[in-house]
């Protein structure tokens, strides 16, 4: 149950919500995905109602995958979004219970 | 036993199975691999039946490496698949017992 | 409690304060936001009266991120500062009081 | 006795044994070394009598540098070689004996 | 006391000694400093007597940025050098003795 996956559209926001089960979330990689035009397209998250952060901006034929390396296990909503014309994929993985004490 | 590799062709899934044995997979590397064309070559994963996710994306002479860092140990089957021309190399390795509490 | 961010502003430094709450900061990624120019701007940050570092240096559409791997858990301020004409996304995340010995 | 470098050539493989004293080997970075072609280099692995792996592609003053993050720690030979006309220079680290139950 | 950081000049190394006190050094990221020409700049290093490998090659306007990932604990020196007409700044953080044993 490590990996994580979803595709962020642009105009609908993508909520996580923390979960005991799967634990503290783990953002690895950021990934263009369609839309057609050439125009760049910004991954921004915010927590909770703090101000939006950008995490990464990807750029058609030039720039379309991004690392990220971010953690995530906030009791607050953390929301995602798109700031451009194409979707963005991103993907992680569950730390599980295996981390932090539990067995394997 | 750490290293792992595949080579993932257009049209012919590559599909990882958990075992116990070599334990959680870590997918390090994506590498641009054999193929004529010069247009770009998406790598993508799906995790039982959900929906493929990017995970990324490379673009003959200008973007032929992505580092990844995503982790595997589920029991549904993972699903690698590339959308384009190219092949496309995997490299990582497992965790294997050293990390969950075993000797080494 | 995990995820930091800040949007470091050009003539603005951004300072950060060590907080035995949060425990040692992981700064992870920087963006290129805002600004009109086509030149580059740098990131930069000293530690006390130290000397500054360049962390990264991004590039209006050709270099917009640059993964960081950066660890700070200093007494010391630390001082975060943008040298061009744009704002710097910083996205990070604190270790926090399960990794030295709290419970999870 | 951490850092681990080397410099493979053209033609040349190089070949990496596991040692216990030294333990897992983490290979963190390959660079483009000399050579007076425009051409990409690519860096490939393969383990035992395993087909070999690309592990990444470098390209001449556009793309010189490939984080890498791979581990190994085999019985069988590994075995490092170079598709292209220059010399790829290898950077890493063991982790020796602190990493898995040794005092410091 | 985690951030490390220092400017490495052209035709001038910068030699990092290992200290009890600070513990392993990791090396984590090289940024291209100042310096007016166009041609690239290469970062090596070379531990006591060994051959310098190259560690990373900075393009202006290019490639200003490599992430490394790297790890220093050696008794001999470690001698930083830049080839090429730029400075290269170098940021990382000391692993200290929170990590081997030590209290938090």
Redesign the interface.
């Known amino acids: 149950?490590?990996?994580w996956?979803?595709?962020v559209k642009p105009g609908k926001s993508y909520i996580h919500h923390y979960n005991d089960d799967q634990g503290?979330l783990?953002l690895?990689?950021a990934?263009?995905?369609t839309g057609s035009s050439a125009k760049?397209s910004?991954l921004q998250?915010s927590?909770g109602d703090?101000?939006p952060?950008?995490?990464?901006?990807l750029?058609p034929?030039?720039?379309?995958?991004?690392?990220?390396?971010?953690?995530?296990?906030?009791d607050e909503e953390?929301t995602f979004s798109v700031i451009g014309p194409h979707t963005i994929?991103?993907?992680?993985?569950f730390f599980g219970e295996?981390?932090?004490?539990g067995?394997?």
């Open positions: 149950m490590a990996f996956g979803v595709e503290r783990h690895s990689q990934t263009l995905g760049k910004i998250c927590v703090k101000q952060i950008y995490l990464c901006s750029l034929e030039k720039v379309e995958n991004c690392p990220l390396n971010l953690e995530f296990d906030e953390v994929h991103l993907s992680g993985f295996n981390e932090d004490g067995e394997s």
